[in-house]
């Protein structure tokens, strides 16, 4: 059968593939944020897998606030970069796995998760930018990836609870699939930042911290975590890392298994005008 083996945590700020892009990961305000993705880089070489499920939430790029599902899984070949305003990101094509994909969606959706089908979209930096970050710049990524776009732009947002618990019904999904499919689950966006009003500029290293903290060790907790706290304690875009829950609730431990290990914790501030938090988890 298909499983998870591991899950892979990552903040996707758009500057840092303008950085990439533009060959500035290598100047003093870049390289320390790119130095911490060093050693996972080399996770990933080593930890190849045949299949990414990446959640991550899209920008209004394939959707507009005249349609936002809460839940959308690509299901399509392939997906290509989107124009976010200055053209495509001088990335790869992502290519899909319809078959995986549609088993997922039939299973959640079964499972009482109603799920938006997708068979075309374009891909913004929420999902290019983790694969540069773990990834580098290959001519093609290295192995097939189901896009799983949340909305957190616009309100009502699906709490941290409904989060987890998908990712759960995601894990049986995957493990029911007849296939020999090494599976990793990344969830992204985050961590604290807020882009406008008063308040725009907000960083808060201590919260930060202490949900990693939580989402490594009690997850169940992280995830009861209310939406008036990551407005309050990590800005209006801290809501995103409701989706890091995803991939948290598809891990071994939350469905009855051994804990996971961490291979990789990383944290830095400032990304732009944004708190970056990394986390590799493997399962045991």
Not at 82 to 107: C, F, K, M, N
Not at 151 to 178: L, T, W
Request: glycine share 8%; proline share 8%; net charge negative.
């Amino acid at each position: 059968m298909a499983r998870i083996t591991a899950s892979v945590y990552t903040s996707h700020v758009p500057a840092i593939g303008a950085a990439i892009d533009l060959g500035k990961a290598h100047e003093p305000y870049w390289q320390p944020l790119f130095a911490g993705y060093e050693p996972s880089k080399q996770w990933m070489k080593d930890n190849k897998p045949d299949v990414i499920f990446l959640v991550y939430n899209d920008h209004a790029t394939a959707f507009s606030l005249e349609l936002i599902p809460t839940f959308a899984i690509g299901c399509a070949a392939e997906f290509k970069p989107a124009d976010e305003g200055w053209g495509p990101r001088p990335v790869p094509v992502v290519q899909g796995h319809p078959e995986l994909a549609a088993h997922i969606t039939q299973s959640v959706i079964q499972d009482d998760f109603d799920l938006t089908i997708v068979n075309k979209m374009d891909v913004d930096h929420g999902l290019t930018v983790p694969l540069s970050l773990m990834c580098g710049q290959p001519e093609a990524w290295p192995c097939p990836v189901i896009p799983f776009a949340v909305n957190v732009v616009q309100y009502p947002v699906p709490s941290g609870k409904r989060c987890f618990q998908i990712g759960q019904a995601i894990r049986k999904a995957v493990e029911s699939f007849d296939a020999d499919l090494n599976v990793q689950i990344w969830g992204t966006g985050g961590m604290t930042h807020q882009l406008q009003g008063p308040r725009a500029g907000l960083i808060n290293r201590d919260w930060d911290n202490a949900w990693l903290d939580k989402l490594i060790d009690d997850p169940a907790a992280a995830a009861a975590t209310p939406h008036i706290d990551y407005v309050r304690e990590a800005g209006s875009e801290g809501i995103e890392l409701v989706m890091w829950l995803i991939a948290r609730g598809a891990m071994a431990d939350v469905n009855g298994g051994p804990k996971p290990t961490v291979r990789h914790r990383f944290y830095h501030v400032p990304a732009s005008n944004t708190a970056v938090g990394h986390l590799i988890l493997e399962n045991n």
